[in-house]
């Protein structure tokens, strides 16, 4: 009979397995697909205004650029390349990285080479960063940290055998499931922006539910009329304070197996 844990103990195995927890080399791979995917389609779209925005004679005054990216020393690639050639074949290559991490082709190091490109991208123009760039970032980092190749890639190995049970032997404890550690660090950071971009949200433009008629979204257009919105301002306010209410409480919600998929779901 074991003896009883204690309340420090049984909390310290609590808070290591929230860490350590294992992950399925399924969950991994999936991740790493759906990652794939965005870096194409985002690649994929820059491709229609390439030389607009990273050329040398694109949009964008250089001191003006350097005021969005006040960096010592703004690496990017595309520095070296002025010519529009060259640009291209970059873009080519960064789009053969992408496919390369995408089905499997070392992801470690496509990966790398893929975080290198998009860090290019910004610092070349950061103008054109939007949120989605970021999450990719995270997503990037952390998954080179996790064996997310050994499935579902054309390089996938399978992941080492268990140890065979022998009878009369008491069997090991298992160890830290290092592979969830990333995984689990990503899921909270990603908690953490939810709620910060919540709070830069309780400015006056978005509470007098203004925010609807901001120059961009007239300029590029919302899914509603601007008629209807003018017409029925109840449901804009809606939209606008449920927007908020989500970011905020998403990342308290997400935790409690109850509410889990609907919040990932509405997200």
Not at 164 to 170: F, H, K, M, N, R
Not at 177 to 188: D, K, T
Request: proline content about 9%; some cysteine; aromatic content about 16%.
């Amino acid at each position: 009979m074991t003896p009883p844990r204690s309340p420090w103990t049984a909390g310290l195995a609590a808070w290591l397995n929230f860490w350590f927890y294992p992950v399925s080399s399924a969950q991994l791979a999936a991740l790493r697909i759906g990652t794939g995917l965005v870096l194409l389609y985002l690649l994929f779209v820059a491709s229609f205004d390439l030389e607009a925005h990273f050329g040398v004679a694109g949009w964008g005054e250089e001191a003006a650029l350097r005021v969005l990216d006040p960096l010592a020393w703004p690496f990017s690639v595309l520095h070296w390349f002025p010519n529009p050639f060259w640009l291209w074949a970059v873009h080519v290559l960064a789009i053969i990285v992408a496919v390369a991490f995408l089905i499997g082709i070392l992801p470690f190091w496509s990966g790398s080479l893929m975080l290198f490109f998009l860090l290019s991208y910004t610092h070349r123009n950061p103008a054109v960063l939007v949120g989605l760039d970021a999450l990719l970032w995270m997503a990037l980092f952390y998954l080179l940290l996790t064996p997310c190749g050994r499935m579902f890639g054309v390089m996938a190995t399978a992941p080492p055998p268990q140890p065979a049970y022998v009878p009369g032997l008491e069997a090991r404890a298992p160890g830290p499931h290092w592979e969830g550690f990333p995984i689990r660090v990503l899921q909270v950071h990603l908690c953490i922006l939810y709620f910060l971009a919540g709070l830069a949200k309780l400015t006056p433009d978005w509470l007098a539910g203004t925010v609807f008629w901001h120059p961009r979204l007239v300029e590029t257009g919302v899914p509603v009329a601007q008629e209807t919105l003018r017409a029925h301002p109840q449901w804009s306010a809606l939209v606008i304070y449920g927007v908020i209410l989500f970011l905020l409480f998403f990342p308290v919600f997400v935790w409690m197996r109850r509410f889990r998929y609907p919040m990932l779901g509405l997200a």
